[in-house]
């Protein structure tokens, strides 16, 4: 997904036109171009993102003093793109290994909260005020885990969050 983002971002006319992740990519020792992602996937890819992006800087709009919750962040750290105001706290949740590798190749950012936990666990939640409104999203993250941690996601947000809105 990163590496996608990345390629978008050297075309000449991107899509989404994240350089951040460009430069992320960059400092990760892999064969990327090895994996063969075709164009279609890096469209559909960086055209997810902006999607996302464009529904998330909405819902601030309507609430400066939004919750936006990131569910299985990668690397990939949107916020910048969106460029929320600062009465926006910004959650981004992935397994403690990845927290670790993103707080290693990306940007540090005085406006966000890592929460290194799994989603099958629901404590992931605890360190996440839930009487504002909420806008949690997940970019392809749902691919990677099984029915069982998405049916007790599904049933654990409207359990901790007051209100809000979910993007997948």
Same mark, same amino acid.
């Given at each position: 997904t990163q590496y996608a983002r990345a390629v978008d971002s050297?075309?000449?006319?991107?899509?989404?036109?994240?350089?951040l992740a460009?430069?992320?990519v960059a400092k990760i020792d892999y064969d990327f171009p090895g994996l063969g992602v075709p164009a279609s996937a890096?469209?559909?890819?960086?055209l997810r %993102?902006? &999607?996302? =992006?464009?529904?998330?800087?909405?819902?601030v709009a309507r609430h400066p003093d939004a919750v936006v919750v990131d569910l299985g962040a990668g690397l990939?750290?949107?916020m910048p793109r969106v460029a929320p105001p600062p009465t926006v706290d910004w959650y981004d949740v992935d397994l403690p290994n990845?927290?670790?590798?993103r707080n290693r190749v990306g940007p540090p950012d005085t406006h966000a909260h890592s929460v290194? %936990?799994? &989603?099958? =666990?629901n404590s992931w939640t605890d360190h996440i005020p839930a009487?504002?409104?909420?806008?949690?999203?997940?970019?392809?993250?749902?691919?990677?885990v099984s029915e069982s941690v998405i049916v007790n996601l599904f049933r654990h947000i409207p359990e901790h969050f007051e209100s809000g809105e979910i993007a997948i």
């Open positions: 050297r075309w000449t006319r991107p899509i989404l036109g994240d350089t460009d430069d992320i890096i469209r559909q890819t960086a %993102a902006k &999607l996302l =992006d464009d529904r998330i800087r909405d819902f990939a750290p949107p990845v927290i670790a590798l290194p %936990a799994s &989603l099958a =666990d009487g504002r409104p909420t806008f949690l999203f997940a970019d392809g993250l749902l691919a990677f």
